[in-house]
């Protein structure tokens, strides 16, 4: 962490560039929310059971948008259940000391980041906060407030299913996620503006995340390419982002919980700008 003072030191008095927070599944897991690749597959209503790969897909969801919507609805209420953590309340006040060079993309679909207060917040997976119309008829909106939370054994009533519906065009609503068979873009998932970020990035902390999803990889191969510094927080040391990154003089690793890593990291920040 000296190491890491001193590099933080010469890039925030002596550079411009952002100081930018990759952020994954790992630090909502200490929030209580399970990781999305630490189980061997999804549960769901009944018993069928599925792997990401194929239950996470458009594909599924347009022969099965009931089956989809139970479970999303199950994951509404875990994340209403769930609150911010001491990761997620950091990174709102490194924001704050930092100002307009304070850049974060998530993975995360839990809005845990924006209810912790950080406002440069860049959702590249999107938000199960927000749905659209499943034939894109118009622009994603906040889930509707009469949508209820689901067990996971509970089943669609009418009034749900009639919710759930577009209202221009009848169609399915659909999260405004990312599934396995869609492509990035800049409308829904910040694509351009993500590598914006990295091409103006002095140090990136990536943040518990192994590098399974193709834009964060981009990211990282981005600034790696620039030869600026990357810090891995992540208590696991075999992750992609180890592979790719190992032997790169201007990678730092600190193997610990972003619940701890990142207030530690918010006090030196702190004592370097104030």
Request: hydrophobic content about 35%; some cysteine.
């Amino acid at each position: 962490m000296k190491d890491l003072k001193e590099i933080l030191n010469t890039i925030l008095k002596e550079k411009n560039g952002y100081v930018t927070f990759l952020t994954g599944a790992g630090i909502s897991a200490e929030s209580g929310l399970p990781t999305y690749r630490a189980i061997d597959g999804i549960w769901i209503k009944g018993t069928k059971y599925h792997r990401p790969e194929e239950f996470g897909t458009y594909k599924y969801f347009s022969r099965n948008q009931e089956e989809v919507w139970q479970y999303n609805l199950f994951w509404k209420k875990m994340i209403e259940e769930a609150k911010p953590n001491p990761g997620h309340l950091a990174l709102t006040e490194i924001e704050m000391l930092l100002g307009d060079r304070f850049r974060l993309i998530t993975q995360n679909v839990d809005g845990l980041h924006r209810e912790a207060g950080t406002q440069k917040v860049y959702e590249i997976h999107g938000s199960k906060h927000k749905v659209r119309c499943s034939k894109e008829c118009s622009e994603p909106v906040d889930i509707p407030e009469n949508i209820p939370s689901k067990e996971y054994t509970e089943d669609l009533t009418p009034e749900d299913i009639d919710h759930l519906k577009c209202r221009k065009c009848g169609s399915w609503l659909r999260p405004n996620t990312l599934w396995f068979d869609e492509s990035y873009n800049e409308k829904n998932y910040y694509f351009d503006t993500a590598y914006d970020i990295a091409d103006h990035t002095d140090i990136l902390f990536v943040v518990g995340t192994s590098g399974s999803t193709a834009l964060p990889v981009g990211i990282v191969e981005t600034v790696k390419i620039r030869a600026q510094w990357i810090v891995l927080i992540n208590p696991e040391s075999d992750t992609y982002f180890d592979i790719i990154l190992k032997g790169s003089k201007t990678l730092r690793a600190i193997r610990e919980s972003s619940s701890k890593a990142l207030p530690e990291l918010k006090k030196m920040i702190e004592e370097i700008v104030k």
